[in-house]
C-alpha cells in the first residue's frame, strides 16, 4: 500500500492518532466495549471505559493463579463502525445487569476455565470477581449495529475488571497494538498518551 492509499472505505486516523491491529470480524479489533461501560480502577473506584487515560492504574488478575493486583493501562483503543455486539446479563445480587461487548471480546468463563469470546457465552456460564467469587450469566441477545467501542491494553497480567452494574467481572485486553489498516469502512485506533478522540 503506497502512503496515503485507502482500503476500501477506511480512512486514514486523525492526526495524533495511530491504526490500531486487526484481530477478528467487524475489522478486527472487534474485542471491546460500549463507551459507557465502567473499568474497576486500582484504588476501587470505577471509571467508563472512554475515559480512562494511558497511565490510569486498574485492577487486573490471573485467573490461573489468581493473583490479584494493580497494573497500568500502556494503550487505549477506539473502534468505529458496524460491530457485531453481544448483551451479557449476568445475575447480581441488584438484580440483572447487562455489559455490552463486540462478540469476539475474551472473558474468563470460570465454568469452562478458559478464556471465551463474548458472543460465545451461554446463560449458565459464571464469570469471575475480582475476591474470586462467581456471577452467572442469565441471558444473552446478540445484535449488530454502528457502534463506536473502546478496549485497553494493560501491562504484565493483560486483564481488567468491567462492570455489570457494579458487579465486577474479568476480561482480556488487547496485547501490543500494531498498525494496520481496517477495511470496510471500519476504523480502530490506537489512541497515544495525551491524545484524544474527536
Known sequence: MTPGQCIGDYQPPPAGEQPAPPSGESC??????????????ADGTTKPIKDVD?????????????????????????????????????????????????????????TDDTWTDAGDLDPGDTLRQPDGTLVPISATQLRHQAQTVYNLTVDTL???????GTTPVLVHNVNDPI???CPSGQSVYDIPDGSSVS
Open 54 to 110: 494511558v497511565g490510569d492504574r486498574v485492577l487486573a488478575t490471573d485467573p490461573e493463579s489468581g493473583r490479584t493486583e494493580p497494573h497500568t493501562v500502556t494503550a487505549l483503543i477506539v473502534g468505529h463502525g458496524d460491530k457485531d455486539l453481544v448483551d451479557l446479563t449476568v445475575a447480581t445480587d441488584a438484580g440483572p445487569a447487562t455489559i455490552v461487548a463486540t462478540t469476539g471480546h475474551p472473558v474468563w468463563n470460570e
Open 158 to 164: 493483560h486483564t481488567y475488571y468491567v462492570l455489570a
Open 28 to 41: 478486527a479489533v472487534p474485542n471491546s466495549f460500549d463507551g459507557d461501560t465502567e473499568v474497576l480502577m
Open 179 to 181: 498498525p494496520a489498516a
